[in-house]
């Protein structure tokens, strides 16, 4: 017997509610101090949970790797947790946990830092076992020997991996041989293999010192609390980094006309396609007008180049573009993967969006979009100790005034149509464009070559020039 049910009751149409007005926001109050040894303090007492994040930032990044010696920056920051006062990696570990936290140490092209969060009442410990990290690492040559055989292993994997490899060699083309940004960050095959124990004591004894540090606290904690104990751990440290000296060169574009460059991947089906140039510094005073820009261009989901290359005609899951920030001049690059025989067309529309965005106002639609989303995303950014933590360092390692956090979105609102074609005509530059593809060269050189774009070359995954057949 079937029984039948009755139909379904329509339901009342009901209006969608109109967004309200955006809620003021203000970024965590902080406080700075300067201890007697040259040690800075930042403070942002956070009391929703009772926790304490720690973060110590030194001026001691990647960009400052000695010539022939890159990667050692990054060597350095690992090594700091595999012994301290004659404890090993183990020992450390076992501490770490036993506090309930970890240390988290490593660096980046600006800055190393070395980081943990732990309950309140675990806060004078944990930070005791950083300063030992910090102001008395062992650098045992077993461990600096097996971080150099991770980083090895590193680049064998990347070299397996297509994307990866892209942007590896897409800074290799972008950045003139000697310069620091044409290198990977962690340093390539032969200079890791070359560095010794003696390397990074040398980068550590010049880049680690008090007037180089800056300690960070965020959380359940009072400013005077946080300068104590701060105070306890690192003001006996004692030294001076070593002087500035010139700027290294890191961030000068190669010399020559734009081309186009193959890595090859030999019957690959795919092609991980990159476009690019130098891009800017971090400290432009142009900085939210080209954020608003790239937004509408390739940052955002409902931006042109995604629309265009994934909605309108379907040659990848996703594409965007970004500025890589970085103190001196990083890349801006599209980065997307297409199916091979679509490689120069996926290139063409790429091409063509900037031009569009260069020659033409965007839409008030698409302005009030892209500033909408940056406006109304940046307060859930900073809704943990951790991420007000990291938040904090960029304000320290890129010298940004101290209202920057409460003044963001003021700043993002107030970009027009003006500022953003503005932008996209003086940071944006069609002449200097070079285009990376891992793939295929059988398949890729022809319809390439008919894009005009320069010369084209094939290298292997190693970056060699091979010959053309």
């Known amino acids: ?165 892209a942007d590896e060699m897409l800074s290799r083309f972008l950045y003139a041989p000697g310069s620091r940004y044409a290198a990977p960050e962690g340093g390539d095959d032969g200079s890791v293999s070359a560095l010794t124990r003696d390397d ?53 574009a190669t010399a020559g006309a734009p081309g186009v460059h193959i890595v090859t991947k030999e019957n690959a089906p795919q092609s991980e396609l990159r476009i690019g140039h130098v891009g800017l510094a971090r400290a432009v005073p142009d900085y939210f007008s080209v954020v608003v820009m790239n937004a509408i261009l390739g940052g955002l989901f409902s931006s042109r180049i995604n629309l265009n290359l994934r909605e309108a005609h379907g040659y990848t899951y996703g594409a965007h573009s970004t500025f890589d920030w970085r103190r001196g001049a990083g890349p801006f690059a599209f980065s997307t993967a297409v199916q091979r025989d679509v490689t120069d067309a996926a290139a063409r529309e790429i091409l063509l969006e900037i031009a569009r965005i260069r020659e033409a106002d965007v839409a008030p639609d698409e302005l009030s979009l892209a500033t909408s989303f940056l406006d109304g995303v940046f307060p859930i950014r900073y809704e943990t100790t951790t991420a007000i933590a990291s938040a904090l360092t960029s304000l320290v390692v890129y010298g940004l005034p101290e209202n920057y956090f409460d003044t963001y979105r003021d700043n993002i609102r107030a970009q027009t149509v003006s500022t953003v074609r503005a932008a996209a005509q003086a940071r944006l530059h069609p002449d200097r464009l070079r285009l990376v593809v891992v793939g295929d060269p059988a398949v890729l050189r022809a319809p390439l070559e008919a894009l005009e774009l320069g010369p084209v070359s094939v290298y292997s995954e190693r970056g060699e020039l091979l010959a053309p057949q």
């Open 1 to 165: 017997m079937t029984q039948t049910l009755p139909p379904p009751v329509p339901l009342p149409e009901v209006p969608r509610p109109a967004p309200g007005p955006p809620r003021a926001y203000a970024f965590p109050h902080f406080e700075t101090r300067v201890l007697p040894n040259g040690v800075r303090l930042v403070v942002a007492p956070v009391a929703k949970l009772p926790l304490v994040t720690v973060s110590t930032v030194l001026d001691a990044g990647a960009m400052l790797d000695p010539a022939g010696k890159e990667g050692v920056a990054v060597l350095a920051a690992r090594a700091l947790t595999e012994g301290a006062r004659g404890r090993d990696g183990a020992v450390i570990t076992d501490e770490t946990e036993r506090l309930g936290t970890g240390l988290a140490a490593g660096a980046d092209w600006d800055a190393s830092r070395v980081r943990m969060t732990v309950l309140r009442p675990h806060l004078e410990a944990a930070l005791k076992l950083m300063g030992d990290v910090l102001l008395a690492p062992d650098f045992p040559a077993r461990e600096i020997e097996r971080l150099k055989g991770e980083r090895l292993a590193e680049l064998l994997q990347r070299r397996a991996e297509p994307r990866g490899l």
């Open 200 to 252: 990074v004591l040398a980068f550590y004894r010049a880049r680690y010192a008090p007037d180089r540090a800056t300690v960070i606290v965020v959380g359940d904690i009072s400013v005077s609390e946080a300068e104590r104990l701060v105070a306890s751990v690192f003001g006996g440290w004692r030294g001076t980094g070593a002087p500035a000296g010139p700027a290294p060169v890191a961030d000068r």
